[in-house]
């Protein structure tokens, strides 16, 4: 079993920046596959930021490109989202997701087996 722990969310102004970390547990050795989503009250849960950890290949939304950069830390387990120029737009929960298979571009939700909790990133203007 895979285990997702999102941390580092929290309150920012606009124009600065926030890390995000996602830890991930159990059959680390099998996942391929990580993305960030988000998800905003009322809207549907986005994909923002994937990385293809065999190659370190990385996907980014359009909302986010340039200002987003995911990255993994292949002793740590870790892979991290670092938010920069952040927006009020940026509101959202921040999740995590993994899997066992290659992603070559964003992926839809539905692909992934593991989920983190989640971690609240609120952008003030």
């Known amino acids: 079993q895979v285990r997702l722990v999102e941390s580092g969310g929290g309150s920012a102004q606009a124009g600065t920046s926030l890390t995000l970390s996602c830890t991930i547990s159990?059959?680390?050795?099998?996942?391929?596959?990580v993305e960030w989503f988000r998800q905003a009250p009322g809207k549907e849960r986005e994909g923002v930021a994937a990385i293809y950890l065999a190659g370190g290949i990385t996907y980014y939304a359009d909302s986010v490109k340039d200002r987003f950069t995911i990255s993994h830390d292949n002793a740590k387990n870790t892979v991290y989202l670092q938010m920069a120029s952040l927006k009020p737009g940026d509101t959202a929960q921040y999740y995590c997701?993994?899997?066992?298979?290659?992603?070559?571009?964003?992926?839809?939700?539905?692909?992934?087996?593991?989920w983190g909790q989640g971690t609240q990133v609120t952008v003030s203007s």
């Open positions: 997701a993994a899997d066992i298979r290659a992603c070559g571009r964003l992926m839809q939700r539905d692909f992934f087996d593991y």
């Open positions: 159990g059959y680390t050795s099998t996942t391929n596959c």
